[in-house]
């Protein structure tokens, strides 16, 4: 089993992706001008669920002057598109905070949850959108409230190496040590994903750099195990700030192994390189007997565990 394969969907999946903001001024007015002229031809037979699709659809695009006349129609701020996302997260999304101070002015609740189980903020947190984030906690959205897996959003930001919006859920409130459903923390996700100045900003709020979490792995363990897509020089810059900090080398987790012996076994041969100049343990083994060398996933790896 691999523990370190962070999936892009648990993260990014959201439903709510299926239509592009659009941000362009110009483009921005001829499909608002379209949606106008469409809901006008329409508006008189146009019952409940044409109305709430079309918030949903002028939230996307952020046509405020569409979704004040719907919404005078009678549209609804609690109705859901077919994949269960509120009006108010397809704001957040798209990132138009003119339209989520429109709808909260008109009692949208602010942390209610799509039925995947995020909340507004969650998608906004997971789409990088830092003008909507400051918009929904200006509001007063709930900042350690969990979406899918129970991941919150400051654990999105960390996925997503945001610093500036790491710090702004921090400053109001977040729980940097909360974990999720699958036992991960913030500094998990930014250390699997080489985001170095997020993982330091998490230290620096009280995370213990050799705290534990599911199976026993450690933020070092995690960067050692870190996302393929990561880049090596990132990697090698997360490693050596958490040895700066603290981290333990030879920690072990549930299967006995450490550190290198993860990095070997996934054949991340830049962080067995900064994890041997750190003096790592070339020596300990698993719980099945084996060293990192016998872990190592080819031969030059071997080689370089082998020697010295």
């Not at 918030?55 to 695009?61: E, I, V």
């Not at 995020?118 to 350690?144: K, Y």
């Not at 041969?269 to 007997?289: P, Q």
């Amino acid at each position: 089993m691999n523990f370190f394969r962070i999936s892009a969907v648990a993260i990014v999946g959201s439903a709510l992706c299926t239509v592009a903001p659009t941000n362009a001024p110009a483009a921005k007015m001829r499909i608002c001008q379209e949606q106008d002229q469409h809901y006008e031809q329409v508006r008189a037979s146009a019952g409940p669920l044409e109305l709430n699709a079309a918030l949903s659809a002028a939230a996307d695009k952020g046509c405020l002057t569409l979704a004040q006349r719907l919404l005078d129609d009678g549209a609804s701020l609690g109705s859901r598109d077919r994949q269960g996302a509120m009006p108010l997260s397809h704001a957040a999304m798209a990132g138009h905070t003119d339209i989520l101070d429109l709808f909260i002015a008109h009692g949208a609740a602010i942390n209610a949850r799509n039925l995947d189980g995020s909340t507004a903020l969650f998608v906004a947190a997971e789409q990088d959108n830092q003008p909507a984030i400051e918009s929904l906690v200006a509001h007063g959205a709930d900042v350690n409230l969990a979406g899918r897996s129970g991941l919150t959003p400051l654990e999105a930001a960390a996925y997503m190496g945001n610093e500036n919006i790491a710090k702004l859920l921090l400053a109001k409130g977040a729980d940097p040590k909360r974990t999720d459903a699958t036992g991960k923390g913030p500094i998990c996700y930014a250390a699997a994903r080489g985001f170095a100045k997020v993982a330091d900003i998490l230290l620096d709020h009280s995370v213990d750099v050799n705290a534990r979490y599911g199976n026993d792995l450690t933020a070092l363990m995690w960067a050692a195990g870190h996302e393929d897509g990561a880049g090596t020089n990132d990697v090698a810059d997360v490693l050596t700030l958490l040895i700066s900090r603290g981290a333990h080398l030879d920690d072990r987790d549930n299967r006995g192994r450490t550190a290198l012996m993860i990095a070997a076994s996934l054949g991340h041969e830049r962080a067995v390189d900064v994890l041997l100049a750190h003096g790592a343990s070339r020596t300990m083994r698993d719980k099945s007997g084996k060293t990192a060398s016998d872990l190592a996933s080819n031969d030059e790896l071997k080689k370089k565990l082998t020697a010295g």
